[in-house]
Nanobody, 124 residues
Framework: QVQLVESGGGLVQAGDSLRLSCAASGRAVSMYGMGWFRQAPGKEREFVAA????????YYADSVKGRFTISRDNAKRTVFLQMNSLKPEDTAVYYC?????????????????WGQGTQVTVSP
């Protein structure tokens, strides 16, 4: 069974940077599409970024384009989310997810495995 563990969240001020990591365990994890989602209190879980297993081409939500960067190290089975120029609106619990089809879509229903999440809080 695939397990995902996020880390790197914390409390920062607006304009600061933060790097999230998602450590994956399980067979053939490197062939999964990987995504990052976030959920703020009282709001729906929303797509942040994703990357396909076979193409190192990222896909981002409009709200984070130019500020966030998703990358992966298949050998280490780790996915990263570099977040720059953070805004208070970025405050949420961030989840990484794995898609066994390897697509790396923006649809949360396409992902079969989810981590527990890591809290990111951005103060004004």
């Amino acid at each position: 069974q695939v397990q995902l563990v996020e880390s790197g969240g914390g409390l920062v001020q607006a304009g600061d940077s933060l790097r999230l990591s998602c450590a994956a365990s399980g067979r053939a994890v490197s062939m999964y599409g990987m995504g990052w989602f976030r959920q703020a209190p009282g709001k729906e879980r929303e797509f942040v970024a994703a990357i396909r297993w076979n193409l190192n081409i990222p896909y981002y939500a409009d709200s984070v384009k130019g500020r966030f960067t998703i990358s992966r190290d298949n050998a280490k089975r780790t996915v990263f989310l570099q977040m720059n120029s953070l805004k208070p609106e970025d405050t949420a619990v961030y989840y990484c997810a794995a898609d066994e089809r390897g697509v790396g879509s923006s649809q949360k229903s396409d992902y079969e495995y989810w981590g527990q999440g890591t809290q990111v809080t951005v103060s004004p």
